[in-house]
């Protein structure tokens, strides 16, 4: 047996099968190093396999970076923590957490779909897995209606979504595109929560 294969037989000693262990080498390189030069070669060299291997386990390179995508993803979600349930505390201090998970997310995930950008294939590959079938921006908008079906919200939840969703895209893209429109400050979160809550009308 070559070392090159033992090294990979060692990594998949926690029950991984070499697919797994391929998707989460790509994954742990995303993470380090984001998608944008993300190579099958380099894939592979993480991997301690020759190249050729992965083509044994996916259709095409972007079968492969779709997955490690969308397990790049799962990780960021899973390092969040939990979202607060309907009803619980108190809906301020619950938009400020969903705002706070919201912004977190959108600063690991972004700049890893926004190095895709150049391979809408990769992009598509990664829609058609289902991983985006709900997305925070979903479960946000289930909690508002939620709060508003028991009474604690009132007016366009979904407009509301909209605007928080917003914030974490501008705040983000804003540092991913240093040639476009500057942000040059950017609310704090409880300022989002209390014109979200309040609204800007003079009264």
């Not at 030069?37 to 390179?61: C, M, P």
Request: with cysteine; hydrophobic share 45%.
């Amino acid at each position: 047996m070559s070392p090159r294969k033992a090294a990979v037989l060692r990594h998949t000693e926690d029950g991984r099968s070499l697919r797994e262990h391929l998707i989460a080498t790509a994954a742990d390189l995303i993470s380090a190093n984001g998608t944008a030069e993300l190579t099958v070669r380099a894939i592979a060299r993480a991997a301690g396999v020759a190249d050729g291997v992965l083509y044994n386990h996916f259709s095409d390179k972007e079968e492969l970076l779709a997955n490690a995508l969308a397990e790049h993803v799962r990780r960021v979600e899973a390092g969040l923590g939990e979202l607060p349930a309907p009803g619980s505390g108190t809906v301020e201090a619950n938009l400020h957490a969903q705002l706070s998970y919201g912004l977190a997310l959108h600063k690991e995930i972004l700049p890893a779909f926004a190095g895709l950008l150049a391979r809408p294939a990769v992009l598509a590959r990664y829609g058609e897995l289902g991983e985006a079938a709900e997305t925070w921006r979903d479960r946000l908008a289930e909690y508002l209606c939620a709060e508003k079906e028991l009474g604690r919200l009132d007016g366009d939840v979904e407009a509301a979504a909209a605007m928080l969703v917003g914030v974490c895209h501008e705040t983000v893209l804003a540092g991913l595109l240093p040639h476009g429109p500057k942000v040059t400050t950017t609310p704090s979160t409880e300022a989002v929560v209390t014109t979200v809550l309040e609204g800007i009308a003079a009264r």
